[in-house]
DNA sequence: TTGTAGGCGTTATCAC
DNA sequence: GTGATAACGCCTACAA
């Protein structure tokens, strides 16, 4: 049987009375040195534990924002969370994951495991469009959230997110300075705004080049882990082929070269690949070879923001501004070519 | 401010007792079915959450199992997470995890809000020796928790292992099968029990095949991010190399062959490598090359086994068996060769 | 300096 | 079928 001491027991114990062990317990003024030191004794005797469901019924506050993900999977997204855990030790606050691995009961379970008391806020991680109903929920209870990498075009909401659209013109521009202009864009999967944005920087600075990109040029996968595969294969079943691929993100990248270099292709001369997300990370024990020229994101900034932003909304003020973006950063790897112009 | 309603809320609303709106929301027999539909309809209304930490407080059961890491960044973790999740789900339970970031403090933290009525138990990822002063607390008072990943000489506690030892004379013995003679050891973090127990199986191993090891043929690492690197060029240092390499894990090893390969090494030409871990979730996305062989642990069961467990505990029966231990397996890849004898 | 009493939102017991 | 009432462990006036 499970045997945790409550104040009631230290208060026996001690010979005092609940008041005073709290008191003891809390920090706070107004207890003889002598009682302090008897109230201690007897809570490290019992091995007390606060019972923090019991502390934030009557403080409604726990120290604790919840961060709800759609799965742990995603590298970049790991390497967030650390950021994450950073600010909030900076901040003084802790940090609870989970994954809600694309169920959507899920994830309203661990919404309302937070909302019931379990943490002070949450941060959404970038998901599907399906969250419009857990967001209202949050909304009409006025519940602190904070989302990451995701929009919700008719609904204000306080979130982070990276310049998706920004980020794909520049890496296209980048590839039509080296002298690309049979650029394709692989996709990611498509119900999630993330890869919509980059699909339509994609478009735009391809129209703004003059550069009409075919409907073929556009290769659809749907993010899974072995897209890429399949993405290579539909690529290397063409009989023209772009010079240049702009791929949704680093690890569908690397898939893809990995299938395209076993085809026989050698990247960057037959192929110029760049990426997004730029995994440093990983990129260090990846033998050799590839250093993926990839659009990067400033995480570091990223977590900082939504760290604070959630912070402010627990204090009850509204973060300012309400929304933050932030620019991709271009992070020259050796899978660009320059393109001699044949012309 | 939050206006979050309450039970007392939904009462009023509907004209009825708390009482009876706890019975409806909670599937209860004995309610008329026109009052259900009140209720129901009051609790739509309201936008009901219900008050998790409350209901704790009284039931004393939550549903949700805490998953304390010392951090995410490691591949074979989160991959361990994903696994938990899986079998969490096929028994209704839910998992919340965080990670400490090898800050001991706040490890106490986490156990304590987990202890302190926000999780049912927890699970305690594979960590360091600093661990104990957690564990005893932990077994004060009864609290239910399972280890995995490691192991606590003087205390029996439930965990889920893998026999690294078992797995790292297994590596030993297929290298000297293939011809392998002189065999070094890149060791982790033996501060952590893991690599310790590689190590000993590493040694057990020379030394009943008969090859006694050089103290130079021990490289010692950190277990951190880019201690690969440093490893490789220690190797590189040396004026006789051995001829294969049983390194600690996976991610040492890509840093390891990165670094070999850059400075014109082959990899099993001039090298072979065996890793520890078959991360083939990140197998998948690396540019050709290089499959690397290893020792794969059966996260699948282990995940299954620790959470079967962690349930057991939690109802009050203690686990049959009270320890589990699971064989890694080899998984070829192509970076260990067939050494001709030139003697 | 210390103690008493009330309430946070929920469930459970037991009358009505 | 329904509704008071008491607990769970904690904090915080306020009273002694």
């Given at each position: ?66 961060v ?9 997204y790991?390497?967030l969370?650390?950021?994450l ?38 941060i959404l991680f970038g998901s ?18 904070v989302v990451i990498e995701n ?8 979130n982070v997110l990276v ?139 990223m977590a900082?923001a939504a760290?604070?932003m ?34």
């Amino acid at each position: 049987m499970l045997i945790i001491a409550s104040i009631l027991d230290i208060a026996k114990l001690a010979g005092v009375s609940k008041t005073t062990v709290s008191k003891v317990l809390n920090h706070q003024y107004g207890v003889h040195a002598e009682t302090r030191k008897k109230v201690w004794q007897a809570a490290s005797e019992l091995h007390y534990t606060p019972n923090i469901a019991a502390r934030a019924l009557v403080t409604s506050k726990t120290g604790v924002i919840g961060v709800v993900y759609d799965s742990f999977k995603s590298p970049i997204y790991t390497e967030l969370a650390g950021q994450l855990e950073t600010w909030a030790r900076k901040e003084g606050v802790h940090l609870v994951f989970c994954s809600c691995n694309q169920q959507q009961a899920s994830k309203l379970h661990y919404i309302q495991y937070f909302m019931g008391g379990a943490a002070d806020g949450v941060i959404l991680f970038g998901s599907a469009e399906d969250d419009y109903p857990v967001i209202e929920r949050l909304m009409a209870v006025n519940y602190p959230f904070v989302v990451i990498e995701n929009r919700y075009e008719q609904l204000q909401v306080p979130n982070v997110l990276v310049d998706n659209v920004g980020g794909a013109e520049q890496a296209v521009r980048y590839l039509q300075e080296l002298g690309h202009r049979h650029i394709a864009h692989v996709t990611g999967n498509l119900r999630h705004q993330v890869a919509v944005d980059r699909c339509n920087g994609f478009k735009k600075a391809m129209q703004e080049l003059g550069l009409e990109p075919a409907s073929d040029d556009f290769i659809r996968t749907d993010g899974s882990i072995g897209c890429g595969l399949v993405a290579a294969r539909t690529l290397l079943e063409r009989e023209t082929r772009p010079t240049a691929l702009f791929v949704f993100n680093d690890l569908i990248a690397y898939e893809m070269m990995d299938e395209l270099h076993r085809a026989g292709l050698r990247i960057p001369e037959d192929m110029s690949v760049i990426g997004f997300d730029h995994l440093v990370g990983l990129l260090s024990f990846k033998p050799g070879i590839h250093h993926l020229t990839s659009m990067g994101q400033p995480l570091r900034e990223m977590a900082r923001a939504a760290i604070e932003m959630i912070l402010s909304l627990v204090s009850g003020q509204m973060p300012e501004p309400m929304s933050q973006q932030f620019k991709p950063v271009l992070q020259e790897g050796n899978t660009c070519r320059i393109l001699e112009s044949k012309s």
